[in-house]
């Protein structure tokens, strides 16, 4: 059989603002996760996009071929336009794009307003920091030395080929609880190991559908520390576009 030609490929389009250190991600972290999928997903279009691209890189007819939207942002989330925003939940809710959201794009525009599609306990968002914000964590806090990452949910898509228990160097730890609607799953969880060698333990990847599409947040990818070219992560980065890519009904 012949491969698929450019055209036919599903895309898959990595998102990232241009802020991580040029000594950690030289070419930032939208380009290290691309170039991670590229190697797994021979199948597919890879790109990476950018808010200093023309129309903050998501010009409509690309957001209209994307089939998955990974997304990662820290500094930057305000510069995002709404209707940007409006036209990324669209897909996602109507059309069935899969969204993957990653480390500090929780509090993006896109990541908020699909955590806000659903109700979120009451009781957990009286417990995050900032007070009574979806999509916030309970604290968070640069103690940490090294993640151990566990599957948790050995049967999802999400973590086929994973090891039980892998681990990087990892200096910026989220807290539980996370205000969000309830998972589909939580398929993974992590034990920080603190500087003080104490391990705080806490959820690490969690799947939705919203509407039509499916959604992944990943909690680790601090931007000081190289994780986005960990081996086992760009095996579920992977995993998760092949996942978001299929449409929930």
């Not at 007070?131 to 898509?157: E, F, I």
């Not at 892998?166 to 205000?179: K, V």
């Not at 070219?229 to 092949?242: I, K, Y």
Request: net charge negative.
């Amino acid at each position: 059989m012949n491969a698929p030609s450019q055209s036919e490929k599903p895309l898959v389009v990595c998102w990232s603002e241009g802020t991580a250190p040029k000594e950690v991600y030289p070419d930032d972290i939208n380009r290290a996760v691309a170039a991670g999928l590229k190697e797994a997903l021979p199948d597919w279009e890879v790109a990476a996009a950018s808010v200093d691209d023309p129309d903050q890189g998501l010009a409509k007819d690309r957001l209209d071929m994307c089939r998955v939207l990974v997304w990662w942002g820290h500094q930057r989330h305000r510069e995002v336009s709404d209707e940007l925003t409006e036209r990324i939940v669209a897909r996602v809710r109507d059309e069935a794009m899969g969204f993957v959201s990653l480390h500090s794009s929780h509090f993006a525009k896109p990541n908020i307003a699909l955590m806000s599609l659903e109700p979120t306990d009451p009781e957990i968002l009286e417990r995050v920091r900032p007070q009574g914000r979806v999509a916030a964590w309970g604290n968070y806090l640069g103690d940490s030395v090294k993640l151990t990452v566990r599957v948790k949910d050995k049967n999802h898509p999400v973590t086929q080929g994973l090891p039980e228990e892998f681990a990087f160097d990892h200096h910026e730890r989220y807290e539980d609880p996370y205000a969000v609607p309830q998972a589909e799953s939580v398929v993974l969880e992590g034990d920080a190991t603190l500087r003080d060698g104490s391990v705080d333990r806490s959820q690490q990847a969690f799947c939705w559908t919203i509407g039509k599409g499916r959604m992944l947040y990943f909690q680790a990818g601090h931007e000081t520390d190289p994780v986005f070219f960990d081996p086992n992560v760009r095996l579920l980065m992977a995993n998760a576009v092949r996942w978001a890519a299929a449409s929930a009904v």
